[in-house]
DNA sequence: GTTAGCATGTAAGGAGTTACATGATTTT
DNA sequence: AAAATCATGTAACTCCTTACATGCTAAC
């Protein structure tokens, strides 16, 4: 504890969510991420390779140097000597350490506005496989209410307009508003999904209970 | 010119297309700007000030100070004397400049990527009233196109993918894209209706010129 | 008389991007 | 042998946010 940890940005988790699943160096790393969350947001080498620095300066991920192939070792053989070790291009893997893990465990728990802002909440949910069901289901709602908060604010504020607007004004609007609430339907839905999940993993808990012979409640 | 103007920010331009339509005071200003683009983004104080103070010093924009009411003079005049004229809490309204004018068609006149990236976009779209019908058509064009490669690029990824994704890795996807996708046909309607409008304008110039006598083409 | 909303600002800093620089490997 | 793609990195900068500081005015 009191590592100084994480400065906030998303980047530190999806580089962390994503090497949970397998060690990557960084240039595919990013393809990845992009391919994941690329309809919400695009990550550039700039920061990415800073990130992985920093990662690995606080120790939640190791590097691999590239293990010394045949082929590189002979091509490199060749003309090698006076360079000592420095300036070599290859694959540099990465790979999540216990802490690393830790931390992404720590991360995934936040259940808080860094988990349901516009910026962020992709990410969370890109890796929902990994958090715990509860948690799930605060981001969902937390979520939802960040965008109908919008939605009230936005309609409120539209309502009060005393001039009309043009017709490119309102048309944006109507989109607008038309977007915020798909996603809350979406939203809705899933919602619906973890509560159910939710009920039927307590009802096989308790059906699980009623079989003992000692259960508390036996109707209700 | 070379008055080293604008640094590019869609603050600018919001607050330029902002008061173009009225003066008004930071404070509603921001109100304004929040109910109009509220859906997409959201200004806070502490970037929307410093940026009417840049427009200011760049005059674009000139300030009125807060008119001497009776009111405002009364209450000031029973402790005044001493504070000289400073401190004086009171609305500083805003009006747009000819230079203001001018800068804010510049911006409209724009139609790359600084107009239709995510972040820009919309407050684009929101003055489109001013914005010359070439330039929107292209702005729409540029919006489109942006999307499908983002479209392209992920359904291509994802086709090259080798693992199967979890069920929320893969909800998310496809709310992701579906999301682009309806955005890419609105698009299209934009884009329809703007050509249909350009057309029946360059009908209506035909027609005008068809009933000259001295036309250059008769039939074609 | 105190909370809530109106009104204006500043300092520090966060989370990235852009543009650049370099070089290896594969494809054409 | 040229072009494309793979691969890693840095410096400078941008645009905006957060948190703070201040004070007026209206409503309860």
Redesign the interface.
């Given at each position: 504890m009191a590592v100084a940890v994480g400065k906030g940005g998303v980047l530190e988790l999806a580089v962390l969510g994503s090497l949970n699943e397998t060690p990557l160096h960084g240039y595919e790393l990013r393809?990845r991420l992009?391919?994941?969350l690329?309809?919400?947001r695009a990550f550039s080498y700039g920061s990415l390779y800073p990130c992985l620095r920093q990662l690995l300066v606080n120790g939640l991920i190791t590097e691999e140097p590239p293990e010394e192939t045949a082929a590189t070792t002979a091509a490199q053989a060749a003309r090698d000597a006076s360079p000592p070790l420095a300036g070599r291009r290859s694959k540099i893997v990465y790979r999540l350490t216990a802490e690393g893990k830790e931390r992404l465990q720590h991360l995934l728990t936040q259940a808080g506005p860094s988990a349901w802002e516009d910026e962020s909440f992709?990410v969370h949910?890109?890796?929902?496989?990994h958090t715990e069901a509860e948690v799930r289901l605060r981001i969902l709602e937390g979520r939802r209410s960040r965008l109908e908060e919008?939605l009230d604010?936005?309609r409120t504020?539209?309502a009060r307009?005393r001039e009309r607007l043009?017709?490119?004004?309102l048309?944006?609007?109507r989109?607008?508003?038309e977007?915020?609430e798909?996603?809350v339907r979406?939203l809705n839905e899933?919602i619906d999904t973890e509560r159910a999940q939710a009920v039927r993993a307590t009802t096989e808990r308790a059906d699980a209970r009623d079989a003992e012979p000692l259960s508390d409640k036996p109707n209700e």
């Open positions: 393809k992009n391919a994941l690329g309809m919400f992709g949910f890109a890796f929902f496989r919008r604010a936005v504020a539209l307009t043009d017709s490119y004004t048309e944006l609007q989109h607008g508003l977007s915020v798909r996603e979406w899933l």
